[in-house]
């Protein structure tokens, strides 16, 4: 089956500690994303890369790294310094150039900062 | 630039009775704009979409949008709710002409009571 996999679905977090939130595709699509989520405020775009081995900003993307080394996986980490990190976070994919609407979205990971 | 506005936060109807969800969008070209679905703790699936053909849209599960470029609007609409249909819906248009990033709306969470 063809898919978006997120892990883990859960994570607690103790303040001042970086995590990392896996993403893994084998739809084969170039274009991947990380959102975040909070109630009320709909999905915000913290990064995306459109092509292994690079990537860009997105609105909120301080407080937050990423990296594209591998077609199939977009991990990201929130790091100590992002400030209220707790959230819910959705990683998506999207085939070539053209079709970002079409963006298939994982099952997310609820981060909660203890 | 591009935004979008969804007028209710929370719509609840009865099942049986229609449904009708308020979007409206600001762009400065000609937009593509789509509906979202998710359901509670899971990912997002996409409804449909507008990307400058028929002004009305089909999408899955009896739902519809229809474009009003006069009004600046991409309303969903469904004949009769289900119960099934109780979900947050997002209102997207896409960042930019080339598509390749989406902005999202705040989300509208619709209740369906038997």
């Known amino acids: 089956d063809g898919g978006i996999t997120q892990s883990p679905k859960y994570l607690f977090r103790k303040e001042g500690q970086n995590v990392t939130l896996s993403c893994e595709q084998n739809l084969n699509h170039d274009a991947m994303y990380w959102y975040r989520q909070d109630p009320g405020q709909g999905l915000r775009l913290i990064y995306y890369s459109q092509i292994v081995n690079d990537f860009q900003k997105g609105d909120i993307a301080e407080g937050y790294s990423v990296s594209r080394e591998k077609k199939e996986s977009f991990p990201l980490t929130v790091t100590s310094a992002q400030k209220n990190p707790t959230a819910f976070y959705l990683c998506?994919?999207?085939?070539?150039?053209?079709?970002?609407?079409?963006?298939?979205f994982g099952p997310g990971t609820r981060l909660t900062v203890l | 630039a591009q935004s979008v506005t969804q007028l209710d936060s929370h719509v609840s109807v009865s099942e049986g009775t229609p449904v009708l969800l308020r979007c409206n969008y600001s762009?400065?070209?000609?937009?593509?704009l789509f509906w979202y679905v998710q359901h509670p703790n899971k990912g997002l699936q996409l409804l449909l979409k507008y990307t400058s053909a028929a002004t009305l849209v089909k999408g899955i599960n009896g739902f519809e949008a229809e474009f009003k470029k006069s009004e600046t609007s991409f309303h969903l609409t469904k004949p009769s709710a289900h119960m099934s249909d109780a979900a947050e819906y997002f209102c997207?248009?896409?960042?930019?002409?080339?598509?390749?990033?989406?902005?999202f709306g705040k989300g509208t969470t619709l209740s369906v009571s038997s």
């Open positions: 998506a994919s999207s085939p070539p150039s053209g079709r970002a609407y079409e963006q298939f």
């Open positions: 997207v248009v896409t960042s930019n002409q080339a598509g390749t990033a989406l902005i």
């Open positions: 762009s400065s070209y000609s937009p593509s």
